[in-house]
T-cell receptor, first 116, second 111 residues
Framework: GAVVSQHPSRVICKSGTSVKIECRSL??????MFWYRQFPKKSLMLMAT?????????EQGVEKDKFLINHASLTLSTLTVTSAHPEDSSFYIC????????????FGSGTRLTVV | GQQLNQSPQSMFIQEGEDVSMNCTSS?????WLWYKQDPGEGPVLLIA?????ELTSNGRLTAQFGITRKDSFLNISASIPSDVGIYFC???????????FGAGTRLTVKP
């Protein structure tokens, strides 16, 4: 159980375009989802926390107008990178949890974004 | 926010050797977790620890939650080539709180 599906796994886009990444909890309802960013050979940096039906909470230094997060249902959260630039190229990973679930969080398989 | 210091940063070992890595924090956590990440994939949970002093095993992996709640270690015994990857510690305050990650330990196992 506790499977999180993230899509797409890889995306290449042109500068100035927007990219949407989806994170779905397949066999449980995720009350909270988290979005992380990971640079090569670096750790995971929390970008934002999203709770179903409410606005996401962004970490300091993360532009909320740049990284739009929507958590419209208990099984789906989306991250949209707007007006992407090459410096937005990175590995983005989501994780999800069910309230009260004890076993840490389940991660998606990540999305490799390359902005050219 | 809480800082997690994970060491060593990287390890190069021979197949069959034991491995030890640890994490320390300036703040206490209620849960410590250890994850493994393969290239191009999301982290996969290896062991979760919920009580200070708790020692938990998962096959060849053993992890402990420090008494002070500010540290944890992970041991891998008799390493094999498929142990290669990046190991992250993570601390969590509560069930719905976010996790904070260590910088990772990159493990290379030579056959």
């Amino acid at each position: 159980g506790a499977v999180v599906s993230q899509h797409p796994s890889r995306v290449i886009c042109k500068s100035g375009t927007s990219v949407k990444i989806e994170c779905r909890s397949l066999d449980f309802q995720a009350t909270t989802m988290f979005w992380y960013r990971q640079f090569p050979k670096k750790s995971l940096m929390l970008m934002a926390t999203s709770n179903e039906g409410s606005k996401a909470t962004y970490e300091q230094g993360v532009e909320k107008d740049k990284f739009l997060i929507n958590h419209a249902s208990l099984t789906l959260s989306t991250l949209t990178v707007t007006s992407a630039h090459p410096e937005d190229s990175s590995f983005y990973i989501c994780s999800a949890t069910l309230s009260g679930l004890r076993y840490g969080y389940t991660f998606g398989s990540g999305t490799r974004l390359t902005v050219v | 926010g809480q800082q997690l210091n994970q060491s060593p940063q990287s390890m190069f070992i021979q197949e069959g050797e034991d491995v030890s890595m640890n994490c320390t924090s300036s703040s206490i956590f209620n849960t410590w977790l250890w994850y493994k990440q393969d290239p191009g994939e999301g982290p996969v949970l290896l062991i979760a620890l919920y009580k200070a002093g708790e020692l938990t095993s998962n096959g060849r992996l053993t992890a402990q939650f420090g008494i002070t709640r500010k540290d944890s270690f992970l041991n891998i015994s008799a390493s094999i080539p498929s142990d290669v990857g990046i190991y992250f510690c993570a601390g969590q305050l509560g069930n719905n709180n976010d996790m904070r990650f260590g910088a990772g330990t990159r493990l290379t196992v030579k056959p």
